[in-house]
């Protein structure tokens, strides 16, 4: 059988896995004894996987494989961001990066081969689209993070919190992202409570309460605007679900999980979205649905003609909404020196909506070059 023939668990959850065991007419302990080797020893050949009984790990060896994706690319940046691109086919490869913060490890995870929103100021979104991940593929950032930074010393190297804020949209890969969150949160696979993984969306009304019916993660939504007009120039998913029923469902969210928490993440962008009055007119939206506003410096990147606002403007805006009583913190820009920070992910996609064409041809990431 090929390696491409042969089945990943990678691509398995616990119930997954147990069901995957039986059809080899295993019993379910199995399965949480291949869940431990994988990913808490990111063990990969079956023959190392010494508790397993011998003709079981030569049965899986012929059958299965644990085929992280490849890494192309290392960079690590001078605040101690980490980011790597992986190869996940032939043409295609995505961006993780982990940002060690205050005995703090965030692994920011991709859902998608590029994105198709289109949001005017990210740069995943001039790449364009080529697919879904799989769970094995968004799994497999996890596991390649977990066994890169074994090497580290203890205090920076652990992954407390995993965030879907990637390249892509994670509510348009639902069912991949939430097997994958099992896997996340399950003590044989990272171990994570529900709160620290969290979700980034754009505001996929109906998928967002897909979601609420299968889990408690946290959920970040991308507001970036106070009124309707503005926001479907930014985030064109806008016009397809407005402010308010975007605000009804992350309400509904909030009342059928009412453990998880709810966040809007704001860019701040210079001039257009970063007046006094905005802010103002943000504080009466919240007013409907207290919650937290992570604020995000804009992070530019090469052809955008957007920027980001002086400090002194953040602060201002920031204040605002504290003044108003809105939990309200302001995202450092980490890693933004190997290009790892929010919005600066770019992969490299083989664009199937052409929005990439005819744009930017020097925008195959530097990275690559290394990677040959
Ligand atoms: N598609 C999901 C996941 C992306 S998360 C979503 O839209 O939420 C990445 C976060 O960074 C989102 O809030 C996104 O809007 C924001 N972002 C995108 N480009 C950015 C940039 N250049 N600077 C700062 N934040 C950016």
Request: include cysteine; glycine fraction near 8%.
């Amino acid at each position: 059988m090929g390696a491409s023939e042969r089945i990943n668990l990678l691509d398995f959850d616990r119930a997954g896995l147990e069901a995957f065991v039986a059809d080899l007419g295993e019993p379910k302990f199995r399965a949480h004894q291949l869940m431990k080797w994988i990913h808490h020893r990111h063990e990969t050949d079956f023959a190392a996987m010494s508790d397993l009984g011998k003709s079981l790990r030569a049965r899986l060896a012929e059958i299965a494989q644990v085929r992280p994706p490849e890494v192309l690319f290392e960079g690590v940046s001078s605040d101690g961001t980490r980011k790597w691109l992986l190869g996940m086919d032939a043409g295609n490869a995505v961006e993780t990066v982990f940002i060690p913060d205050r005995g703090r490890g965030t692994l920011c995870v991709s859902s998608q081969v590029g994105c198709g929103l289109n949001c005017s100021f990210c740069a995943t979104a001039r790449q364009g689209f080529n697919r879904n991940l799989s769970a094995a593929e968004i799994v497999g950032q996890v596991f390649i993070a977990a066994r890169k930074l074994g090497n580290l010393p203890h205090r920076e190297r652990r992954i407390t919190n995993v965030v879907l804020m990637g390249m892509g949209e994670p509510l348009l890969n639902f069912d991949n992202v939430v097997r994958a969150m099992n896997v996340m949160r399950d003590d044989l696979g990272y171990g994570l409570a529900n709160k620290r993984v969290t979700l980034s969306t754009a505001g996929l009304v109906p998928m967002i309460d897909r979601l609420a019916e299968v889990c408690d993660v946290s959920l970040a939504v991308s507001l970036h605007a106070p009124d309707d007009e503005l926001r479907s120039r930014l985030v064109p998913l806008n016009r397809k679900y407005p402010i308010d029923e975007l605000l009804a469902a992350c309400a509904r969210y909030a009342r059928a999980r009412p453990r998880s928490s709810v966040t809007f993440e704001y860019t701040l962008i210079r001039g257009v979205n970063d007046a006094p009055e905005q802010a103002r007119a943000l504080v009466k939206l919240m007013r409907r649905l207290p919650s937290k506003v992570n604020l995000i410096p804009f992070n530019p990147f090469p052809g955008t003609e957007f920027q980001r606002p002086e400090e002194e403007r953040i602060r201002a805006f920031q204040k605002i909404l504290l003044d108003a009583g809105i939990l309200t913190t302001v995202r450092r820009t980490r890693g933004e020196d190997i290009d790892a920070a929010c919005g600066q992910l770019r992969g490299r996609v083989l664009d199937r909506t052409r929005r990439s064409s005819g744009r930017r041809p020097e925008h195959q990431p530097a990275t690559l070059e290394h990677a040959a």
